[in-house]
């Protein structure tokens, strides 16, 4: 890698950390080491709440602080939150082909297991939720076989033939939105659980007034945080339907024999041992960004992503793949033919300095070729994008 400050354009796989989220954890370690672990966790417990009470926010409204709690990642998360939620045999699964690769997996799993199955929402060519097919129209046939599950003369989009419905706001290999206050309007109108992925959109864009049912979502990425963080947001009064996230004895208590027992509310999809550390992390993470106010950083990260598309469209030979008009902070680039976007990527952090992502077909259904993928912050500024460009034109030379 070349000397000097990386151009950093990857914050959809993990952003700088805001210096405040470094702070923190840098003095908790200390206080950690001081007290020990558990107590430092205590007398952190009004930080941890107001991080908790931030998201709850973030995702309002809905969700209470005492209606969050932390895990690891958001696919651990998403994991823990299905293992509970109370899905009966032979139960049908709204979804998107834009699903993140590791929540398809699970939910491939799932559906195996209980004899589910998975029914693609309709999208249109850039890959968002097309509301109007799915009012007119109604569902298709599910993703492994079986059938349609209702058309959407009965006002709710055959939704209301659903057990559940999830997807991401954002998808990570594709700088798109979907619609999801309008799907969670139509999912509460049909009656069926909502469950929405917010791992690339809490921190780059609006997140309120979804009225999903839960949230998953990471701290590494838009929120600034670091890695080892997830949280999970429900609606109040949900945690008392659901069942055990991960058994052990901060989730469930034993009975004689029978089943293990879910511990009262949220606790039941609680996670036992975490690193405190990063729960500390990101609610410095979440303190910087209402400190500088959500909507003037969605703002500022909108308007240099468009500046970015317009920057890069064609460079190199790569050819942006999102339409201009998107609120997405993703940018997502086709190669030429016969470049390979991981060795783009590679060379363009050795030789340039230039840090990115590149996607791999296995990411999502939807791929049909890797890409190279950036992705700015509100730290990054046009020139990051002009580096970029030069830097791919460079390559190709």
Not at 50 to 75: C, N, Y
Not at 299 to 306: D, T
Request: one cysteine or more; a neutral charge.
């Amino acid at each position: 890698m070349t000397g000097g400050q990386v151009v950093h354009l990857d914050a959809a796989g993990a952003a700088r950390m805001s210096p405040a989220s470094v702070a923190a954890q840098t003095a908790f370690l200390a206080e950690e080491g001081r007290l020990g672990a558990y107590t430092a966790q205590a007398a952190a417990g009004d930080v941890l709440r107001t991080a908790r009470a931030t998201l709850a926010d973030l995702l309002g409204p809905g969700p209470r602080a005492e209606d969050v709690v932390f895990g690891h990642s958001a696919s651990g998360a998403f994991a823990t939150l299905l293992h509970a939620w109370p899905l009966r045999a032979g139960a049908r699964i709204g979804v998107v082909p834009s699903e993140y690769g590791s929540n398809q997996l699970l939910l491939a799993s799932l559906a195996a297991r209980i004899g589910a199955t998975l029914h693609d929402l309709p999208v249109d060519a850039d890959g968002v939720i097309d509301l109007d097919a799915l009012d007119r129209d109604g569902l298709p046939a599910a993703t492994a076989g079986g059938r349609g599950v209702g058309d959407g003369g009965g006002g709710g989009g055959g939704l209301e033939h659903l057990d559940l419905v999830v997807f991401p706001q954002v998808p990570s290999q594709r700088g798109i939105v979907q619609p999801a206050a309008a799907l969670g309007r139509r999912c509460a109108a049909a009656g069926v659980g909502l469950v929405v992925d917010v791992a690339q959109s809490a921190g780059q864009l609006d997140t309120t007034g979804i009225g999903a049912d839960a949230y998953v979502g990471t701290s590494r990425k838009w929120l600034r945080g670091p890695r080892g963080a997830g949280f999970i947001a429900l609606r109040p009064g949900l945690a008392d339907r659901l069942g055990i996230g991960v058994p052990s004895l901060y989730s469930a208590e034993s009975v004689a024999d029978t089943a293990p027992r879910p511990l009262p509310g949220i606790a039941r999809i609680s996670v036992g041992e975490a690193s405190v550390t990063a729960h500390i992390g990101l609610a410095a993470a979440l303190a910087d960004l209402v400190d500088a106010g959500p909507h003037q950083v969605f703002a500022r990260v909108a308007a240099l992503a468009a500046q970015g598309r317009r920057i890069l469209a064609g460079a190199g030979g790569f050819q942006v793949r999102e339409p201009a008009d998107t609120a997405s902070a993703i940018i997502t680039l086709r190669p030429p033919p016969g470049l390979d976007p991981f060795a783009v990527r590679d060379r363009l952090l050795r030789e340039h300095g230039v840090l990115t992502s590149a996607i791999p077909t296995v990411r999502a259904r939807e791929l049909r070729g890797p890409l190279l993928r950036a992705s700015a912050h509100s730290y990054n500024t046009a020139s990051d994008f002009e580096r970029l460009a030069e830097a791919l034109a460079a390559l190709v030379a």
